[in-house]
């Protein structure tokens, strides 16, 4: 059978939904399709910037000097800048992408920018030579003439291989909240929120750019994220890219029917909820608080109220408010 070969570029977000939410499992959960690069903290801005080292600079950094040794690849990779290059030279067929690493800092040297690596660049012997010239930056505090000219410049470059009708792009929203093991849904604590890391209080700015994204270069759009928690029963790093398993699951169905169906709908973001098939769910939930929750997202007009609505549903189909919130789902959003 041809396999059709795609390429991740982007974060955990869309590797995990590529595996059916198996965080520890390889290649890619549908038979048909092959992967053919995952290419990990990679900011398509940053990847348009001229590179800050030499290439025999980059090639003295090696594994032993990271925390996670299995990140020498992609450090080395994103600091020779050669994340287009991949992308252009590769067979793959689709381009799957979501835009994570713009809410992570990044580094800056003379004129020039590049990725921390989740800040394992910053235990190289190569970062301690130029230390004291190092700045750290974040484009979701920056104004948007400085990067979004560099974001044009990737499209321009990738959209010569791949037209709209074979990027698709995963949309990214932090997580606030999450499950806790004891069935109460709780905010993600500070400590989780690091540098490297994925933080809600960028969301704003960056669902702006994916709009503006999706309004110049029309590629399909999966756009659930925002309709899903983290799961301390799933995820021991609450970090705000870690989502419950039903929405890696729905992203993978999405995902390979459009790359199946090359369907003329572009844009996919209304959940399945109610619908999901999850027989052996034994999740806690908290009722009470869960409607005080569900209650304080529907005044905030934050969609993952959705969410808390199924997880009471589940328990509590014949409750009169939970009635009362399922009629309001269904005239909105369809179910």
């Known amino acids: 059978m041809c396999k059709t070969k795609v390429i991740i570029l982007g974060s955990c977000v869309s590797r995990i939904s590529m595996l059916d ?3 520890n499992g390889h290649g890619i959960a549908a038979d048909d399709m092959e992967l053919c690069y995952f290419l990990d903290k990679q900011n398509i801005a940053l990847a348009m910037m001229p590179p800050a080292f030499s290439k025999e600079e980059v090639s003295s950094v090696t594994a032993a000097q990271l925390w996670d040794k299995s990140r020498i690849k992609t450090v080395r990779q994103s600091l020779n800048k050669d994340t287009v290059k991949l992308i252009m030279e590769s067979d793959a067929e689709y381009l799957i992408m979501d835009l994570f690493d713009f809410q992570t800092n990044f580094a800056v040297l003379g004129t020039t920018a590049f990725d921390t690596n989740a800040y394992e660049f910053m235990n190289t012997i190569l970062f301690k030579k130029y230390q004291k010239n190092i700045r750290v930056s974040n484009f979701m505090e920056l104004p948007e003439w400085i990067y979004y000219p560099y974001v044009d410049l990737f499209f321009k470059e990738i959209m010569k291989k791949y037209d709209s009708e074979h990027i698709i792009l995963n949309r990214f929203r932090a997580n606030t909240y999450y499950l806790s093991r004891d069935g109460k849904i709780k905010e993600i604590p500070d400590n989780y929120k690091n540098p490297y890391q994925a933080n809600d209080k960028y969301n704003v700015s960056l669902r702006k750019l994916e709009e503006y994204i999706i309004t110049k270069y029309k590629p399909y759009v999966i756009d659930l994220s925002k309709f899903y928690m983290g799961d301390e029963n799933v995820w021991s790093n609450l970090q705000g890219a870690h989502f419950e398993k039903e929405f890696y699951h729905e992203t993978l169905e999405i995902i390979c029917h459009i790359i199946r169906e090359r369907p003329e709908k572009k844009i996919w973001d209304r959940p399945d909820f109610f619908c ?52 309001i789902c269904m005239e909105q959003w369809g179910g």
């Open 276 to 327: 999901h098939k999850y027989d052996n769910d034994d999740r806690k939930h908290d009722i009470d608080r869960a409607f005080n929750m569900l209650e304080e997202l529907v005044e905030k007009e934050d969609v993952l109220w959705i969410n808390i609505l199924e997880k009471l549903y589940r328990r509590i189909p014949e409750n009169s408010k939970v009635k009362e919130y399922t009629a």
């Open 21 to 23: 939410g198996n965080k």
